[in-house]
């Protein structure tokens, strides 16, 4: 089981690519202890990094992984892209805000549903999202 | 610490290059060839008298040769050793390569040309066709459109959905429902693995088409984690029914064609 809970990265470039960032993922979730409800929960946040990634950058790759912090057990996700970045991040953060394509509800549920989320974009450069949801 | 002298038998070196059965070839800061082995020059149908010395690119005629994006170039301007896809015409064919580059040094350290081994990744890359149209071919049968009843239709949903796959459903689902003349369509989605905005904006997209065509939709299949998710991200199904699980859709879906289930025996 230890082996299994080393980081797993996913490069994505295709829609389909979601699916297998989103199984390993729930299977990763179930590993660590979480709920059902939890698991269903964060890989939902997950595919929507995975989802942002492939819609808006074209390419990039999720990791997940395991994090610990006092002796608690966590579970860390990080998006990564090189694409167009986000021109206006406050925005982007402020519920029901869309570019576009979206329900505009995307990055602010993936912060609400995780226990810390970071965020750093730089237009033209690309972006970078750090997620941590803790066991209890 | 103890100081190893590598004597290396050069003429053995160049042998064991020569030999190696994939091209190897490097370059001086000027890009001219200053070496290429024998599956190089067999690649390429010269021999290395008609090659030396010349701009490699006139050689190799890849796709990389002469762009910004020729990583011998990029390695003999300080870049890290780099592998990349590439392609390259030989014998009047294009061929899939992989190519990894690094800058050729001194003793003292100073780049003075590059060295690269090409790879001939034919096989890799039709390999990766084939999943590709497999994966296709799975997206393609996993949204089947079942007419349940008369005027019913289910489509269950099972695994990711992606914008392409939504696609297809709501194709599938429309065309079921032109064909049947459905006036009830079931969407369950208890075999979705997760649930993000995307995927909540495609079901909401499908039940509002088949509202346009007259039909209503049930979304059956919502479990404790579903609503849960839902909620949390925010997303209002508002005008469209939902039921936990598919027996209660169906339920619901009968009595919409005023039908119902009776225990066989209890006429009347």
């Not at chain 2, 870049?79 to 014998?91: D, F, L, S």
């Not at chain 2, 899939?96 to 690269?116: F, M, N, R, S």
């Not at chain 2, 049968?141 to 008369?150: F, Y």
Request: aromatic fraction near 4%.
């Amino acid at each position: 089981m230890q082996n299994r809970l080393k980081t797993l990265h996913f490069e994505l470039t295709d829609p389909f690519d979601n699916v297998q960032v989103v199984i390993c993922c729930k299977r990763f979730l179930k590993d660590l202890g979480f709920g059902e409800a939890q698991q269903y929960l964060i890989a939902s946040a997950v595919s929507e990094l995975s989802t942002n990634i492939i819609r808006y950058a074209g390419k990039g790759t999720i990791s997940i992984g395991t994090t610990y912090r006092n002796g608690t057990v966590g579970f860390v996700v990080a998006a990564r892209d090189d694409g167009p970045g986000i021109p206006d991040l406050k925005k982007a953060m402020a519920e029901n805000y869309s570019s576009g394509k979206g329900l505009g509800l995307g990055l602010p549920s993936v912060k609400r549903i995780m226990d810390e989320f970071e965020i750093h974009s730089t237009p033209g450069q690309g972006t970078r999202v750090t997620a941590i949801k803790w066991l209890e | 610490m103890t100081n190893y002298i590598r004597i290396i038998d050069t003429d053995l070196a160049v042998h064991v290059l020569e030999h190696l059965p994939t091209p190897v070839m490097a370059v001086n800061r000027e890009m001219e060839l200053v070496f290429l082995n024998e599956a190089g020059l067999k690649h390429i149908g010269r021999s290395w008298e008609e090659v030396k010395g010349k701009p490699c690119k006139d050689i190799l005629q890849s796709r990389h040769c002469g762009t910004s994006e020729c990583k011998m170039r990029q390695v003999m301007d300080g870049g890290q050793v780099a592998t990349v896809r590439n392609e390259m015409k030989i014998n009047g064919r294009t061929v899939p390569v992989e190519y990894t580059a690094a800058a050729l040094k001194d003793q003292d350290g100073t780049i003075v040309g590059g060295v690269e081994y090409i790879i001939d990744i034919t096989e890799r890359v039709r390999q990766e066709k084939k999943l590709q149209e497999q994966s296709k071919t799975i997206r393609e049968i996993s949204t089947p459109a079942i007419k349940l009843w008369d005027r019913m239709v289910i489509l269950p949903v099972v695994g990711v959905v992606d914008s392409q796959r939504a696609q297809q459903m709501m194709s599938a689902m429309l065309q079921k429902i032109m064909a049947t003349a459905a006036k009830v369509i079931i969407l369950d989605i208890q075999g979705v693995a997760a649930m993000d905005t995307a995927v909540a904006n495609h079901l909401i997209k499908i039940a509002k088409a088949t509202k346009l065509m007259g039909c209503r939709c049930i979304i059956s299949g919502i479990t404790p984690a579903v609503a849960e998710t839902l909620v949390q991200l925010g997303i209002e199904l508002t005008d469209i029914d939902t039921n936990s699980t598919l027996q209660d859709s169906l339920f619901d879906a009968f009595s919409l064609l005023d039908l119902t289930v009776t225990p066989k025996g209890s006429k009347q």
